[in-house]
C-alpha cells in the first residue's frame, strides 16, 4: 500500500504502519493533498499491479547512521524520528521493486502471494497519538489468501454497518449527543433510560442476593485522593485536570475511578476478620479525557458509568470470592447470550515492572489467584503479558458476537497494592492488624460499551425482559381506541412495560414504524378483540394467535421467567 502511495502521491511521508487484528493500516502525510474514500479505488488498482509484478521482498540490515542518512535524503521526517529510539544493530530495511521501508519483517516471499485487497476506511491520527503533533491520515486495509475469504470479510463488514449500535440508537430513539453538551457525553432518551435501569436493576437483584452492599460516592474527589492511590501519576494526563476553589486553596478532579472512594468507605469503620468479606456496589460515573479523534459512538466516551465493586476479603478468602465473581459474569453472559467468550489472564510484563505499583512477592500471589479460580472454572484462558492493571493483575473476558467479533466485557482484577496505599486494615483473631485483599469487578464493564456491544450483537433485537418497551398495544382504528388503552393499562398494572400508537396512520405504517423500534411484541386489537375481550398477538413478526388479557399477561410473564432463568 505504501508502495502504491509514494506512486501515486510524489512526496508522500510515512509514520507506522503495523499489522492489527482485522488487517493493516498506516499512517501517513499527504501534506496540503487530501484522500478520500472515493481515491481508495485507484490506490487498491496501483496495489493489485504491483502484487501481479511479483516483487520480492528482501530484507537488509542497516546501522543506524545509514538509516537516519537514507531517510534524511528521502525527506522523511517520520521515520527519522523512529530510528532515534532504536538501537544500533537491530535496524532492518525491506526493498520491494522500487520502494524501501523501515520495518521489522517477516514478510511473505514475493508480492504474487497477495490475491485478494481491500482498502477498508480512513481516519485522522495524531503522530505518537499526542494530539499536539500533526494529524496524519490513517488508511486501513485488509488482505486475504483468496478472493473468497475476502468477500466473506466484506460481506460481514456488510453485516456490521446494519449492526452499527451508532444506527440503531437512532431508530430506537435510545440515546444521542450534542456539541453543546460536549463531545463523548451521551444524552440518554426516555427508551434508553429505561433500557439502562432495567439492565441495573438485573443485576442490583443479582447482587442482592449474593450479599453485595450499595454504596454511592461523589462525581469528584480531592486531586490528593488519585494521588494516594497512585492514579493521577498513571492517568492523570489522561484524566479531566484539577478544579480550582481559589476561595479555600483546594483542588478537586472529576472522578477517573471509583474504587479510591471505596478504599475510603472501607477505612470508614473498624473492621474485624468476622465483618469479611465486604463487597460494595456502586453503578458509578467517572470520566476521562479521550482525545476527540479516538471517541465513537457509546463504545469510547468521555463520561460512562461502571458496574462498578470492590470486595475486600481476607487472604483466606480471595480464591473463593474471585470464583464467586467468575460465577456472576457467566449468569450475566448467559442471561444475554453472550456464548462464545475467552478468559484472558492479563499479568504484568515482567521486562517492564517500572509501570506497575507493589511487590513482587503481592504480584506473584495476585496472578496466581486468578489462575487458579481461572483452571477450577474450566475456563478456556490465554495469557497476555503487559495487560495487567498498573496496580494488580486481571481476568478480562474477551467476548465474540453474533457476527464474529471479539469485544473485552467484563473485569476482574486482585489487588494488593491499594489496601496498602490507603493503610486498610482488619483485626483478625489474634488481636493483630492486617491487610485485606481487594478485588475489582465490573461485569458490564460500562453501561455505555455493553449496551453498545449487545445491540450489535442483537441488531437491536433484545430480549423481552430487557426491552425498553415490551408491548406496544395498536388499535386497527381510532374506534377501538378506548379498548386498547384498557388493555394497555392493563398491561401496565401487571408490571409490563406497554404502550399505546393510536396514531392517525394505517395499521401498516405504524406497524413498520414499530419495527425501527424494535417493539417484540405487539397487540393488535379491532372489533372482535374488543367484542370477545382478547388481543391479536405478534411477537418478533410471528403471529401467536389470539388471547384474552389475561392469558396474554400469563403468557408474557412465563417469557420473561424463562428468558432470566
Known sequence: MAEALEALYPGVKFGVGPAVETGFYYDVDLGDRQITDADLKAVEDKMTELARSKETFERKEVSKADAMAYFKEKGDPYKCELIQDLEDGTITFYTNGHFTDLCRGPHVKHTDDIKAIKLTAIAGAYWK???????????????????????????????????????????????????????????????????????????????AEIGYLPVVTPHIGSKDLYVTSGHYAKYGKDSFQPIHTPQEGEEYMLKPMNCPHHCEIFRSSPRSYKDLPLRFAEFGTVYRYEQSGELHGLTRVRG????DAHLFCRPDQLQEEFEKVIDLILYVFKTLHFDKFLAQVSLRDPANKEKYIGSDENWEKAEKAIIDAAAKKGLDTVVELGEAAFYGPKLDFMVKDAIGRKWQLGTIQVDYNLPERFE?????????????????????????????VLLEHTAGHLPLWLSPDQVK??????????????????????????????????????????????VPVLAIVGEKEQADGTVSVRREGVDQGTMTIDAFIEYLNTAIAEELS
Open 129 to 207: 497519538g499526542d494530539q499536539n503533533r500533526q494529524q496524519l491520515t490513517r488508511i486501513y486495509g485488509v488482505t486475504f489468501p483468496k478472493k473468497s475469504m475476502l468477500d466473506e470479510y466484506l460481506a460481514v463488514l456488510e453485516e456490521a454497518k446494519k449492526r452499527d449500535h451508532r444506527k440503531l440508537g437512532k431508530e430506537m430513539e435510545l440515546f444521542t449527543f450534542s456539541s453543546r453538551v460536549g463531545l463523548g457525553l451521551p444524552l440518554w432518551l426516555p427508551r434508553g433510560a429505561q433500557l439502562r435501569y432495567t439492565m441495573e436493576a438485573f443485576l442490583r437483584k443479582k447482587q
Open 304 to 307: 460512562f458509568t461502571q458496574d
Open 424 to 452: 486498610l486494615e482488619y483485626t483478625d483473631a489474634d488481636g493483630s492488624k492486617q491487610r485485606p485483599v481487594m478485588i475489582h469487578r465490573a461485569p458490564f464493564g460500562s453501561i455505555e460499551r455493553f449496551t453498545a
Open 473 to 518: 398495544v395498536l388499535p386497527i382504528s381510532e374506534k377501538y381506541a378506548d379498548y386498547a388503552e384498557k388493555v394497555c393499562n392493563s398491561l401496565k398494572n401487571s408490571d409490563i412495560r406497554a404502550s399505546m400508537d393510536a396514531r392517525n396512520e394505517t395499521l401498516g405504517r405504524r406497524i413498520r414504524d414499530i419495527s425501527l423500534l424494535r
